[in-house]
């Protein structure tokens, strides 16, 4: 029998799992990780000094502070 491979798909991002089930603790660790990095890279483009970058159900929301 030939060994498959099990994919899933979340927000236009693939993981491939060893086992067929995939935990909900799983998925939010890794929304984690992606919303970090999505940070960092937000930071190299605004200083935090001048701007504030808020995480929002609809997206990045980045102000100036006053």
């Not at 799992?17 to 190299?44: D, H």
Request: proline share 3%.
């Amino acid at each position: 029998m030939k060994r498959q491979r099990t994919f899933f798909i979340i927000n236009d991002l693939v993981f491939e799992i060893q086992k067929p089930e995939i935990t909900l603790k799983k998925i939010r660790v890794a929304q984690v990780k992606i919303e970090n990095e999505e940070y960092k890279e937000l930071r190299k483009k605004f200083d935090v000094d001048v701007f504030h970058i808020e995480k929002k159900p609809e997206g990045w929301f980045i102000t100036q502070k006053e």
